[in-house]
């Protein structure tokens, strides 16, 4: 039998607000919300995922970024699993995230419906 699942992607996403990146870069560790402690794992979005996750979860939020994470640099920790309430496949992460773990920082935009993915944010390399 063929195995017909998708490739995972390249990358994935945390959505993190400019004093929870601060932290990060201060503790080496990007800090966990009250969501993360309780389920007992890191909250991550694909690609595709990431915009609807933020107009759902962060619509007030004023400074919010998407730190990118190669998958590979996670993978060992990371599991893809239905949230039945979105009926798709996210990706969790079990363990820490740390700041070295980050490729890049985007800004995550307000656009009249909603968020939209920026571009990196200057002077905010790992």
Known sequence: MTDVRPAPPDC???????????????TGLVPLREIDA???YVHLSTAAQL???ANLHFADA???LA???PL????????FELAPKRGEAF??????L?????????TMNRAPNGFAVGDALAGESP
Do not use: N, Q
């Open 98 to 106: 740390r700041r070295d773990h980050v490729r890049r920082v985007l």
């Open 12 to 26: 994935v996403y945390r959505l993190a607000t400019l004093s929870e990146w601060r932290a990060a870069r201060e």
């Open 62 to 64: 004023a400074d919010l």
């Open 72 to 79: 590979e640099a996670v993978a060992a920790d990371v599991k």
């Open 38 to 40: 309780r389920d007992g």
């Open 51 to 53: 915009v609807e996750t």
């Open 91 to 96: 990706p969790h992460l079990y363990a820490r």
């Open 67 to 69: 730190l990118e994470i």
